[in-house]
C-alpha cells in the first residue's frame, strides 16, 4: 500500500525516525543499517516501505535498498519470527552476509543476532533455503560519511536495548567508543563488538 516515503527527516531516535511527507509525519521502524546511512535531521530522505495492518495497529518500516526490505518479506513469512525479530537480523547482519549465512547454514551466526534461539535459527535456515540467493554477492547499504550528529550515549545504549540486548552486554560493547563517536557509527561498532563476544 506505501511502498516508498520521500520527505524531511524530522527525528531519529533508533529504532524508529520520523519523516514529514505532505505535512504529514510518519514514523517508521528502521534496521540500524538504514539508520547509519540516513542523512541528518532537517535533510531530504527517500526510504523503500513495507506496511503492516495488524490488529494491535499500523506499522511502517522502512528500508535503504529494495534488497533490504524484500529481504525483511522473507524473514517475516518465517514462522516465528515477526518484525521486531526480522529488524533485528537486518541489524545484526549485512544482506549478502545473511544471505550467505543462510546459503552455507551457518546456525552459529544466526544464533548470534539477539533474539535468534538455535531453534528459530534452524527453522530460519529451512524456510529461507534458496529464498536468498540473489542477494549472496550484494553490498550492504553504505555507510553515510560525515554524518554530523552528537555523540549521545545514552541515545546508542537505546538503540541496542531496542535490538533485544540487555544493558550488560551493551555496556560491554561500549567501552569500545571514543566519547565524541557520532551515534550511528557508534551503534554501528558496538554491533560489531557484540557480534565478537
Request: with cysteine; charged share 25%.
Given at each position: 500500500m506505501i511502498g516508498q516515503i520521500s520527505g524531511i527527516l524530522l527525528e531519529k531516535k533508533p529504532p524508529q525516525i520520523l519523516i514529514e511527507a505532505g505535512s504529514i509525519g510518519y514514523e517508521i521502524d528502521v534496521p540500524m543499517s538504514t539508520f547509519c546511512?540516513?542523512?541528518?535531521?532537517?535533510?531530504?530522505?527517500?526510504?523503500?516501505?513495507?506496511?503492516?495492518?495488524?490488529?494491535?495497529g499500523h506499522f511502517l518500516y522502512g528500508f535503504s535498498t529494495s534488497e533490504e526490505r524484500e529481504v525483511f518479506r522473507q524473514l517475516i513469512k518465517v514462522s516465528g519470527?515477526?518484525?521486531?525479530?526480522?529488524?533485528?537480523?537486518?541489524?545484526?547482519?549485512?544482506?549478502?552476509?545473511?544471505?550467505?549465512?543462510?546459503?552455507?547454514?551457518?546456525?552459529?551466526?544466526?544464533?548470534?543476532?539477539?533474539?535468534i534461539g538455535k531453534k528459530t535459527a534452524e527453522r530460519m535456515l529451512f524456510e529461507l533455503r534458496g529464498k536468498l540467493d540473489a542477494f549472496t554477492g550484494s553490498a550492504s547499504p553504505a555507510i553515510a560519511s560525515g554524518i554530523s550528529i552528537p555523540s549521545h550515549s545514552s541515545d546508542i545504549l537505546n538503540a541496542l536495548l531496542a535490538l533485544g540486548y540487555n544493558e550488560r552486554e551493551a555496556?560491554?560493547?561500549?567501552?569500545?567508543?571514543?566519547?565524541?563517536?557520532?551515534?550511528?557509527?557508534?551503534?554501528?561498532?558496538?554491533?560489531?563488538?557484540?557480534?565478537?563476544m
Open positions: 546511512s540516513l542523512p541528518a535531521c532537517g535533510e531530504k530522505v527517500t526510504l523503500r516501505t513495507h506496511f503492516a495492518v495488524r490488529e494491535d519470527i515477526g518484525a521486531r525479530t526480522a529488524l533485528a537480523v537486518l541489524s545484526g547482519l549485512p544482506v549478502s552476509e545473511l544471505a550467505q549465512a543462510i546459503a552455507r547454514q551457518e546456525t552459529g551466526r544466526l544464533m548470534k543476532i539477539p533474539g555496556h560491554a560493547a561500549m567501552k569500545i567508543l571514543a566519547e565524541d563517536v557520532p551515534v550511528a557509527e557508534g551503534i554501528r561498532l558496538s554491533l560489531r563488538q557484540l557480534a565478537k
